[in-house]
């Protein structure tokens, strides 16, 4: 179990815990989610589990129904074409944004994050790792933004976009290349070249939805 952060809430840390779990599909789509037995595996009370559960709700992992209680949202690959549709209007943007508002501190980290990537990339093996890192790109970029309203709406469809990915994950041929994409893409967001940012994250999503649809 991730170890929770100083700073970390209670219902932050339940948070981050489940929605990584919701994600990568550990807990399938469907399953129930029982505050009480989730409150003894995180050893977190029932009530941050709860605050957690209506965040995860908000943001459309998982489903809630009157009597029946919490599940697992569902992931339907219909879903793929309109969710890349709306990637391919904000992250482009939001690459272009971090690209001109990064503080200096920021494009340090980035810099730093491209030489990880590439360091880590050769050794890592688990689709489920690469895809991890994937995500830890993604929100780096979206940190850089500035912006917290355009952050938390990229979080959220990227998660909606990483949970079908997860569901077709066993099918799909090492995706070390895919992610590799992000090096040069990090490089230029902490050297302010907005124009090549946008240019490669387009590529990057329309790519991401290439690859899942071969394999569908």
């Known amino acids: 179990m991730p170890t929770r952060q100083d700073d970390e809430s209670l219902a932050d840390y339940a948070y981050r815990i489940l929605c990584d779990e919701l994600i990568v599909l550990d807990i399938k ?20 589990i709860r605050e957690a559960m209506k ?14 209680g ?3 949202a569902g992931v339907d690959i219909t879903d793929l074409a309109e969710i890349s549709e709306i990637r391919q209007l904000l992250e482009p943007a ?11 501190q920021l494009r340090q980290e980035l ?17 489920k790792d690469l895809m991890r890192l994937d995500m830890r790109v993604h929100r780096t970029i979206y940190r850089a933004t500035g912006s917290r309203h355009l952050e938390d709406v990229l979080i959220r469809y990227d998660n909606l976009a990483t949970r079908i990915w997860s569901l077709v994950l066993e099918k799909l041929p090492p995706v070390s290349e895919h992610i590799a994409q992000h090096i040069e893409l990090l490089e230029c967001i902490a050297e302010g070249d907005s124009e090549s940012a ?8 329309s790519d991401f939805e290439d690859l899942i649809r071969a394999v569908l």
């Open 111 to 127: 810099k730093e994050f491209a030489q990880e990537v590439a360091r880590c990339l050769p050794e890592m093996q688990s689709q």
């Open 55 to 68: 965040r995860l709700e908000s943001d459309h992992l998982v489903v809630a129904y009157p009597r029946r």
């Open 29 to 48: 789509p469907g399953e129930p989610l029982n505050d009480e037995v989730i409150s003894k595996r995180l050893g977190v009370g029932r009530t941050p």
């Open 198 to 205: 946008v240019r490669l994250t387009t590529k990057h999503v």
């Open 70 to 72: 919490t599940f697992a």
């Open 94 to 104: 939001a690459a272009s944004r971090a690209a001109r508002m990064a503080s200096p």
